[in-house]
């Protein structure tokens, strides 16, 4: 399998085509810039179900297409008090993986929690979505901010369909350095997201991380030197998704966007 290198296949996440857009306008635009799988949130499954499509026309439009979907998210309600749109949500999510045969689901955490009670909870959701994995996303505006703290989180978790999912806009708007990525086993991390970060961090940050990031290896991150590290630590993630969330290229059209963000990927894995 190819691993971060020019052939590798890569995955057009949800946002980087904005939260409007069709399952069939989704997977054309994606097909038609190279990619070999889209990314879909439970908000874009409920969508495509309210505009008359079930599992086996959605499967079909992939197939067509030649492509399959590889990236199901967002778990992000999964620690305190949860209701039962929450819940439901969940089950959407481990649903949608299930059927489409990904063999994860993402996760991350917004608000602020204590460490026990992440802890405690992330073990909780890992038993409830056996046997697919649970890719936690470290947030640095949320409860585990960094990928130090992911793994420290996972580790205690102790459960063994726990993974980590590493953002490279994350990694840079957060304290991880080179010696956290060092002490995490290869086969622990299972996702891998792709994307570049402005000259300057916003105040806050997350509409940065929602609005203004930018297509790989185009911005101010340095992230070859974040593939290069990932390349010789050996990681093998289920997925690489590329997921730039900009405005302006958005508004540039959806077409353009699928193309810009492909050609950016590809030159930059290009780099040896």
């Known amino acids: 399998m190819p691993v971060l290198d020019a052939d590798q296949p890569l995955v057009l996440s949800s946002y980087c085509l904005?939260?409007?857009?069709?399952?069939?306008?989704?997977?054309?635009?994606?097909?038609?810039?190279?990619?070999?799988g889209i990314g879909l949130r439970a908000e874009n499954y409920w969508d495509a179900r309210r505009a008359g499509l079930d599992d086996a026309s959605m499967l079909e439009i992939l197939g067509t297409h030649g492509v399959r979907l590889a990236e199901v998210e967002y778990v992000t309600d999964w620690c305190g008090t949860r209701d039962a749109d929450q819940q439901a949500k969940e089950q959407t999510?481990?649903?949608?993986?299930?059927?489409?045969?990904?063999?994860h689901v993402n996760a991350g955490l917004i608000g602020p929690a204590p460490f026990e009670s992440?802890?405690?909870?992330?073990?909780?959701l890992c038993e409830r979505a056996r046997p697919l994995t649970v890719a936690l996303e470290f947030l640095p505006f949320g409860a585990v901010p960094d990928l130090a703290t992911l793994w420290t989180v996972v580790q205690a978790a102790g459960a063994a369909n726990g993974g980590l999912l590493v953002d490279f806009w994350h990694w840079r708007?957060?304290?991880?350095?080179?010696?956290?990525?060092?002490?995490?086993?290869?086969?622990?991390?299972?996702?891998?997201?792709?994307?570049?970060?402005?000259?300057?961090?916003?105040?806050?940050?997350?509409?940065?991380?929602?609005?203004?990031?930018?297509?790989p290896?185009?911005?101010?991150?340095?992230?070859?030197?974040?593939v290069r590290a990932l390349r010789d630590k050996g990681v093998r993630p289920y997925v690489v998704s590329v997921e730039a969330m900009n405005d302006d290229l958005i508004a540039s059209g959806l077409d353009v966007t699928a193309r810009t963000l492909m050609a950016a990927s590809r030159e930059l894995l290009a780099q040896p």
């Open 18 to 36: 904005g939260t409007t857009v069709g399952f069939a306008e989704r997977v054309r635009l994606a097909a038609g810039a190279g990619f070999a």
């Open 93 to 103: 999510i481990f649903q949608m993986a299930r059927t489409f045969g990904v063999p």
């Open 118 to 124: 992440v802890v405690a909870a992330f073990a909780d």
């Open 173 to 215: 708007r957060s304290r991880t350095t080179m010696d956290d990525l060092a002490r995490i086993p290869a086969e622990r991390i299972v996702s891998v997201q792709i994307d570049d970060v402005i000259e300057h961090p916003m105040e806050p940050l997350r509409p940065e991380a929602l609005h203004w990031r930018l297509p």
């Open 217 to 226: 290896g185009r911005g101010y991150g340095n992230v070859i030197e974040l």
